[in-house]
């Protein structure tokens, strides 16, 4: 019989996280209280898979297979029997301590219970459960499907075999594991997100437009992709939400958001889930 997954969350990491572990053998619980975000998730992954068909990455004959590994469950219930748990909800602390608690209730005695924050503590999502030590980071890179790298983040009190089972389970779905350890934002954002608002801030302190800027990055530094539109991408409430993660926890000024993502989050301008951001869509 195949290992089982579980994956809290349908939405754009949630599903892609279902995609490849279900496209490499598995079979997957994608859990998510909404029925409407499940559907949407589920179709996401068929649209995905198509593409993969297209590109010549997937025989045509194996999308039904996928899809058959896929069971979508509305009750956290659905843990049960899952050698993985994967959390990949909003990036909001209370929510994901409340989540984790129902998780370490409800999942097997083994388990291992993985969150894909992308900024938030380890070790502070780990206290919330009677298994700190079953409690790991894996955070993906979207989107999922594509991206090789998962950050692997040791909590405080993750076991060393906890961090070579998920090496290995990384491993099966083709990704490329690296490992990390627990301080705010961990290596990629980091990285990313002062680059990301000193390209907001370049854009405020009028140094150039967004296309100028944008392209200065991507010809000058070779970035696939500018940090504006990047930002929009990501989603420019989930970038503000990391920088005040990394602000807060490391208590360096040079992390502080600049007020001009202030201000576009404020007016409601997301990127391209609201259709506006530093471009419009």
């Not at 969350?9 to 598995?26: L, W």
């Not at 990949?88 to 924050?117: H, M, P, Q, S, V």
């Not at 993906?140 to 009190?157: C, K, S, T």
Request: net charge neutral.
């Amino acid at each position: 019989m195949a290992e089982r997954v579980a994956v809290i969350g349908a939405g754009q990491m949630g599903n892609g996280i279902a995609h490849v572990f279900a496209q490499n053998g598995f079979d997957v619980a994608m859990i998510d209280v909404s029925a409407g975000a499940l559907d949407k998730g589920f179709a996401t992954i068929s649209g995905n898979l198509d593409r993969q068909i297209k590109k010549g990455t997937l025989q045509a004959a194996d999308k039904d297979a996928i899809l058959g590994r896929i069971a979508k469950q509305q009750d956290m219930l659905a843990v049960k029997g899952a050698s993985l748990v994967v959390e990949a909800a909003t990036e909001n602390r209370d929510l994901k301590f409340k989540i984790f608690g129902d998780i370490d209730a409800a999942a097997d005695a083994g388990a291992i219970l993985a969150t894909n924050t992308s900024s938030i503590s380890i070790t502070e999502i780990a206290a919330k459960t009677k298994r700190p030590e079953h409690v790991i980071g894996m955070h993906f890179m979207n989107p999922v499907p594509v991206m090789q790298l998962v950050e692997v983040i040791r909590g405080l009190a993750t076991s060393d075999e906890t961090t070579q089972r998920v090496f290995a389970l990384s491993k099966a779905v083709g990704k490329t594991p690296v490992e990390v350890r627990d301080y705010p934002g961990f290596v990629a954002n980091r990285i990313l997100m002062p680059m990301i608002n000193e390209a907001v801030y370049c854009l405020m302190e009028g140094v150039g437009d967004p296309e100028s800027i944008d392209t200065v990055m991507k010809l000058g530094m070779n970035h696939p992709m500018g940090p504006l539109a990047l930002a929009d991408l990501i989603g420019l409430d989930t970038c503000l939400a990391i920088l005040e993660v990394l602000h807060d926890g490391l208590g360096d000024p040079k992390y502080r958001p600049c007020p001009l993502l202030r201000k576009y989050v404020a007016a409601g301008w997301l990127g391209r889930k609201s259709k506006r951001g530093f471009y419009a869509y």
